[in-house]
């Protein structure tokens, strides 16, 4: 089933979304590694949804997957820095591990010796639930699952996002 012109109209920003999407502009104070967005590309989670409608109404071909939607668009401009690099491109001499926040103890590999890459690429997860839609998460780069999280994550989703955190890296500013 696609995704409708309705379904796109009726995403709405909760107050723990606008908290969690804060970490990915360019502009937050919060120091967490991740992806971030340019400031003149979008200032905030709500400016940032209105670009998004605008950008999904164009190509409603995103396809729900049970009760899950990954939405990419690829821009014509630079919307931002993707902060992943694959384990296998860097010296593994210069990552390390760290917990990713106080939430979520699982340690990501993280390295501050390369630059991030510019990236026009936005990623959206939607999930489904009795027929309303609630924006998981919004993020510039390449699409990456959660980190694993025992706490949230069933045994075979934490195994497969961890096939995936094994072999990728946070850029850290310097």
């Known amino acids: ?29 919060d120091d967490i590694a991740g992806s971030k967005f340019f400031a003149h590309f979008a200032k905030s989670g709500k400016n940032l949804l209105e670009i998004i409608k605008c950008e999904v109404c164009k190509d409603l071909s ?20 993707d902060s992943l690099i694959k384990l296998s491109e860097i010296d593994k001499e210069l990552v ?9 103890s699982y340690e990501v590999k993280k390295t501050m010796a390369y630059e991030p890459m510019e990236t026009n690429q936005l990623n959206m997860i939607l ?3 009795n027929e309303k839609i609630k924006i998981l998460t919004i993020f ?15 045994e075979n989703e934490f195994a497969e996002f961890d096939t995936f955190w094994k072999d990728h890296v946070f850029i850290e500013e310097y």
Request: charge should be positive.
């Open 1 to 29: 089933m696609k995704i409708t012109k309705q379904e796109v109209e009726s995403l709405s920003l909760t107050d723990e979304l606008n908290a969690h999407l804060s970490r990915h502009f360019a502009n937050c104070a």
């Open 62 to 81: 995103y396809t729900w997957n049970k009760n899950r939607c990954e939405v990419s668009i690829f821009f014509d401009k630079k919307i931002g820095f």
């Open 96 to 104: 390390y591990l760290e917990p990713r926040d106080e939430s979520n």
């Open 127 to 129: 999930l489904k639930n």
């Open 140 to 154: 510039p780069g390449i699409l990456a699952p959660p980190i694993p999280n025992k706490q949230y994550h069933t």
